[in-house]
T-cell receptor, first 114, second 110 residues
Framework: EAGVTQFPSHSVIEKGQTVTLRCDPI?????LYWYRRVMGKEIKFLLH????????ESGMPNNRFLAERTGGTYSTLKVQPAELEDSGVYFC????????????FGPGTRLTVL | SQKIEQNSEALNIQEGKTATLTCNYT??????LQWYRQDPGRGPVFLLL?????KEKRKERLKVTFDTTLKQSLFHITASQPADSATYLC?????????FGAGTTVTVRA
């Protein structure tokens, strides 16, 4: 069974540009999460989808971040315009049960904003 | 505010010894605590979950305890091996949301 996949693995962009990160969850997992780790800090929750619906986006830092999950399958996280403080590693995770006993994480996308 | 603290950034131990990692939480009562392993360039990998009404959980050479009075979880790796070298993350799970500690990097010397 394929795990959670994320694309790209690395992205380097200039401040003010737009970047779109993609996450493909494990097939059949209704729950999809985005987390991120900025330099020197712990991994923090960004948002949670159940199928195509945003269940909780309380961790999204500001309105420069937009997450979508078309058709309840893969998800994208767009940052527009990117700022220096957006640099970090963005992780996607998925789980089968709403109680979220086990979340399976992807390898992450390392974003560098110059 | 809610906080998860892992009190050691790094732990160096000799192969065969037991590594003990500490996770403390403040200002809330998580229903579950989880432990993850993270290797460089990889995402966290789930290891163990312990519920608030459980005192101890084991899986092979791993053992986790949960003390709700002390607001603390201990994670033990017994008979450690160089392959156990990694960063270990404690995370509290409330509802569906994970709150992570900063992690402890364990290095096992052969």
């Amino acid at each position: 069974e394929a795990g959670v996949t994320q694309f790209p693995s690395h992205s380097v962009i200039e401040k003010g540009q737009t970047v779109t990160l993609r996450c493909d969850p494990i097939s059949g997992h209704d729950n999809l999460y985005w987390y991120r780790r900025v330099m020197g800090k712990e991994i923090k929750f960004l948002l949670h989808f159940v199928k195509e619906s945003k269940q909780d986006e309380s961790g999204m830092p500001n309105n420069r971040f937009l997450a979508e999950r078309t058709g309840g399958t893969y998800s994208t996280l767009k940052v527009q315009p990117a700022e220096l403080e957006d640099s970090g590693v963005y992780f996607c995770a998925s789980s089968q049960d709403y109680s979220a006993d086990t979340q399976y994480f992807g390898p992450g996308t390392r974003l560098t904003v110059l | 505010s809610q906080k998860i603290e892992q009190n050691s950034e790094a732990l160096n131990i000799q192969e065969g010894k037991t590594a003990t990692l500490t996770c403390n939480y403040t200002n809330y009562s998580p229903a579950y605590l989880q432990w993850y392993r993270q290797d460089p360039g990889r995402g966290p990998v789930f290891l163990l979950l312990i519920r608030e009404n459980e005192k101890e959980k084991r899986k092979e050479r791993l053992k986790v305890t949960f003390d709700t009075t002390l607001k603390q979880s201990l994670f033990h790796i017994t008979a450690s091996q160089p392959a156990d070298s990694a960063t270990y993350l404690c995370a509290a799970l409330n509802d569906y949301k994970l709150s992570f500690g900063a992690g402890t990097t364990v290095t096992v010397r052969a």
